[in-house]
């Protein structure tokens, strides 16, 4: 349905459950190491299964079918690399996971994999992800009936994790080693998400969901199963830093779910931090419109909402917010409290928002709403069943659709936007009459492919007109434009296929390779722990034809050590000569200030191209509270060096900012 998108295939539901994720920052777990004749006992046998799983590739098993296998050497990889016994029974989960590792590559061996048809309990799954090439786990429990009734279509329910300070990839397949059985009435298909770790679905961890959701539909596609999911009775559920999650996710992609369901979580950075300062220095404050559940909350107008609190529970003051802010819009939502309760959701309160939970999925998400209301803050979030934002006037600022669908057209009122795309109902082939702000349009309407006809529609000067695709695609083309996919800032370019490159020549001074290379190293370090995967790293030498054309490519160093610097230089808006870098009208000297941005790739501009960074939260944030994982540098930055024999890293910000929405440097807000 997006053009020039990048899908999200398959809708589902999801439920989270898990620990309390305040406020404050929380606690390093106390490490519980086992002796060192078990830690030698655990990497030998993980090394054994590597190279079982070497001799499955060459028996000629291949993704998706090894990857069974293969992820429970990763999670036995992990926890050894990162010395993450948090619990005494730890090392003995790592054995169970390795012994059921050897299992499955026994009966894969032989052709079989019979725990994909399992029912009746959870049973561990696995994805390659498309970020960085890790293989990520989830779970899959299907109902004991399920597949009995060939008519029936299941409801899914995603479950997301809460936070656990000791959640581990070992801790994960131990919870879902199918020791317990699901209840006999079970009414769907439930799928849990590992989410790489505890980043409350953001960034990666939002791919992440998605991705799991895609590796469930393929699988039962490919087992000739997938006619038994209703994509349109997706339950979008959760609970702590998974109510977060659900918030975000639940309202950022409105016609995804027929309902969510979120209890407790943060919905709005600013009330849940209340000593964080108010407002953030530009660009933080704006960059916070990406996350802030509580800035979307009239698309509770497209899916309903049951929210959960604990009347004792600080974190009430979430669902406080949000119901506050939906009375001013004219909106409503559920909100179950239970008395006398604090940061807890009892099985009871789950029986009854279950109920309700079951009411709206008993009715499903209709396959055409006859009215969208849509609001959104970046392209990163463009659309809502029928409706695409395609272009925005300025980011950050509140972009909104209300349209509604007549018997000969639609009737449309919208602001902060520039470009819109409409989809018809099946089967609708003529001409439509659009009435939007106040001008009245007769299009002709598009068909991109097999299935129904478009609409797009552009404004320039205040007029709207009817616009071909072709023709808006070949406008990118002449004219960067942020788009789905292409919004900034430097975070966003970790949520999709990324390679980091780093220079193999000479730099021009010293200063700036070694901030480069500690930068480069603090990433990995911090991804490998934080966001559970393996940096992908190549030299500029080694970079192919398809790393361009296919990843975002984060290039460290400077025009002289990395010639992949030197090849796109001339298409961003930035001046690096060895004596000097001009940016915006600013002049820094080179040998004491590094450039760090996010652009689209000169190379592809289909990509992005990031510049001397990885994420710019770091370990102190992603060991605090998930709000602190908003961006600190917005689009670009100038850093002054000032590293120490401590501190590599030691650097202030000169000047940060954000690009306006076609790629050009403008003032500051």
């Not at 009375?327 to 008395?339: F, K």
């Not at 129904?452 to 406008?475: F, N």
Request: aromatic share 10%; net charge neutral.
């Amino acid at each position: 349905m997006y053009l020039h998108s990048r899908f999200l295939l398959g809708l589902l539901c999801v439920v989270v459950f898990g620990d309390s994720a305040r406020a404050q920052a929380f606690k390093s777990p106390k490490v519980v190491l086992p002796p060192e004749e078990t830690l030698k006992e655990l990497a030998g046998k993980t090394e054994i299964l590597g190279k079982i799983i070497t001799g499955l590739e060459k028996q000629g098993v291949r993704d998706p079918a090894i990857l069974e296998v293969e992820v429970y050497r990763e999670a036995a990889q992990k926890i050894l690399e990162h010395k993450e016994f948090f619990h005494a029974d730890s090392a003995a989960w790592t054995l169970e996971a390795l012994q059921r590792g050897m299992l499955r590559a026994r009966f894969l061996s032989g052709g079989e994999m019979p725990w994909s048809g399992a029912t009746g309990f959870p049973v561990i799954r696995a994805y390659r992800s498309r970020i960085d090439g890790s293989v990520q786990p989830y779970a899959v429990t299907l109902p004991a009936s399920y597949g009995k009734e060939p008519t029936r279509k299941w409801r899914i329910d995603v479950v997301l994790h809460g936070r656990d300070t000791t959640l581990t990839e070992v801790k994960f397949l131990h919870r879902f080693n199918g020791d317990q059985s699901a209840p006999k009435d079970q009414a769907f298909v439930q799928v849990d998400v590992y989410g790489r770790g505890n980043n409350a679905y953001r960034w990666a961890g939002e791919t992440d969901v998605f991705e799991a959701i895609d590796a469930l539909f393929q699988s039962e596609r490919v087992l000739g199963r997938d006619q038994l999911l209703d994509p349109n009775r997706v339950v979008l559920r959760g609970f702590s830093m998974g109510g977060a999650g659900t918030w975000h996710l639940g309202l950022h992609w409105p016609g995804r779910w027929c309902v969510i369901g979120p209890g407790a979580g943060f919905t709005d950075t600013h009330r849940y931090l209340p000593k964080l300062t108010n407002p953030l220095p530009y660009p933080q404050e704006e960059c916070l419109r990406i996350y802030d559940a509580i800035d979307y909350a009239e698309n509770a107008f497209d899916v309903p909402i049951v929210a959960y609190s604990g009347a004792k529970d600080p974190q009430k003051q979430a669902a406080d917010n949000m119901d506050e802010r939906l009375n001013t819009l004219g909106l409503s939502m559920t909100h179950l409290i239970a008395p006398d309760v604090e940061h807890a959701f009892p099985a009871a309160w789950q029986a009854k928002a279950e109920a309700l939970y079951a009411k709206y999925a008993k009715e499903g998400r209709p396959a055409y709403p006859p009215k969208v209301r849509f609001v959104t803050y970046t392209l990163k979030y463009p659309a809502c069943n029928w409706v695409e934002i395609m272009g925005m006037d300025r980011h950050y600022d509140k972009a909104a659709v209300d349209a509604e669908r007549t018997p000969v057209g639609f009737n449309v009122k919208t602001a902060n936007v520039r470009v819109l795309h409409l989809t018809l109902p099946e089967g609708a082939v003529e001409a439509q009459t659009i009435a939007i702000d106040s001008q009245e349009l007769i299009v002709r309407p598009w068909a991109n492919q097999a299935g129904p006809l478009h609409v797009y529609l552009t404004r320039k000067e205040g007029r709207w007109s009817a616009v071909l695709p072709q023709r808006l695609l070949t406008d990118r083309a002449h004219k960067l434009q942020k788009v789905n996919g292409l919004t900034g800032p430097i975070d966003d370019a970790f949520t999709e296929a990324f390679l980091c490159v780093r220079g193999a020549d000479k730099p021009w001074h010293e200063k700036t390779q070694e901030y480069a290379e500690a930068n480069l190293e603090r990433f990995k370090q911090e991804w490998s722990k934080y966001f559970r995967g393996e940096l992908p790293v190549k030299k500029d030498i080694d970079v192919t034809n398809e790393d361009i054309a296919s990843r975002n490519l984060i290039l460290f160093g400077d025009p002289s050590s990395n010639s992949l610097i030197a090849q796109v230089l001339d298409g961003l808006p930035l001046t690096w000569t060895k004596s000097e870098l001009v940016l915006n009208g600013g002049k820094f000297p080179s040998n004491e200030h590094v450039p760090v941005m996010i652009h689209p790739n000169p190379l592809n501009a289909n990509r992005y191209v990031v510049l001397n960074s990885g994420h710019t939260f770091h370990a102190a944030d992603l060991q605090g509270t998930n709000a602190l994982l908003y961006p600190r540098l917005g689009d670009y930055a100038i850093l002054r060096l000032a590293p120490t024999q401590d501190d590599p890293l030691g650097a202030s910000v000169e000047t940060s900012g954000l690009f306006n929405d076609f790629w050009k440097l403008s003032p500051k807000r």
